[in-house]
């Protein structure tokens, strides 16, 4: 039987309004598909359109032009609060700021996205407290995020992004507020997660470093697609390719 991906893109194009009149595009003709059980890292300097990329996967922003199906359905010109439905179903978000409600318990965090489920609250606390169980933060559910280090806080944001059993995990710069030490400990985790139980994942970073943890790396270069395969050996096989698509 042939597999449904997780994420069809055909042709996407992006356009902003300029202030001074006109239009600015920022992604040329983005097309890739991703199966369920990937690790794809998105990487590309600054400015190259990772973000703008990453709104349109993650239902958060609509493209100009092309066709976008998430899981078989074609979800390009949906509405804003049909899209806000999707995002809650099929995606869990990672930021790079964890993103986290200040002035709520660890539990309360985990537990957010499934309000909109409807689901009674003994669910909802079960779930989260597996959640937490999970990234190993079981003892911590009463604590406050200030009270947690920057790497606990992205467990938590991860536990919430897994809370609502999505398709697929979005992360943009999961490791940018990290030092290196704990954000290596979250990139593991994130290759745990995809191996062990095959979650989906894909990983925006402009560091050829991190990139290496997925299993896959498409690369963006001023808007537009360079590399799209295995992780490559050194970083030089995807600076060429950026050099090849400068240089037509
Ligand atoms: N809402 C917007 N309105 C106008 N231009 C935008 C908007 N969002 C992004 N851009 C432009 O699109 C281009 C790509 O931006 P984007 O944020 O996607 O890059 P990025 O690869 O994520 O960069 P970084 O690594 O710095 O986060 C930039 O030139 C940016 O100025
Ligand atoms: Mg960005």
Redo the contacts with the bound molecule.
Sequence with gaps: MKQVPVISMKKIC?S???EIGGQ?Q??FDITFSINPGEFVAIM????????????IVGAL?SASSGVYELYGKDITTLLPDELAKIRNEYIGFVFQNFNLLPKRSILDNVMLPLMYRGLPIVEREQRARAMLKLVGLENFETYLPTQLSGGMKQRVAIARALAGDPKLILA??PTGALDSKMGNEILKFFKKLNKDLGITIIM?T?EFEIAKYANRVIH?YD?RMTYDGPVPKTESVLLKSEKRAHNK
Excluded at 46 to 52: D, F, L, Y
């Design positions: 992006k902003f309004p300029l600015q920022v992604l590309g300097p600054s400015g190259s359109g990772k973000s703008t990329c990453m709104n922003d943009d710069e925006i402009h963006i808007g």
